[in-house]
């Protein structure tokens, strides 16, 4: 790779480096919104909500064509965080 692309290569990473910093900083607010969520759950099966899951991911579409985003990112990106939380949930669910 010649110097001058390997300039713009590091300055795209920087770039990336900082919306990764972004990311992290909007996952922590949706950890927080997940733990009072998980305050309000009852029952371990109350976890997992399949209808919900189900509206999220055909939104996460439709607003995926609107932008002009891959909507195959944006649905595994979406199904892992999905995944992530309800593990996370299970973990830190305490029965009242």
């Known amino acids: 790779m010649s110097p001058d692309k390997l300039k713009k290569l590091e300055i795209i990473r920087n770039k990336l480096d900082t919306l990764d910093n972004s990311l992290i900083k909007l996952i922590k607010k949706r950890t927080l ?23 999220i991911l055909s939104q996460i579409r439709k607003k995926s064509i609107k932008n002009k985003i891959d909507p195959k990112i944006t649905k595994k990106i979406w199904i892992n965080m999905i995944r992530a939380y309800i593990d996370y949930e299970r973990r830190n669910f305490k029965k009242k």
């Open 33 to 55: 919104l997940v733990n009072e969520v998980l305050k309000l759950k009852k029952f371990k099966n109350q976890i997992v909500d399949n209808k919900r899951i189900n509206k």
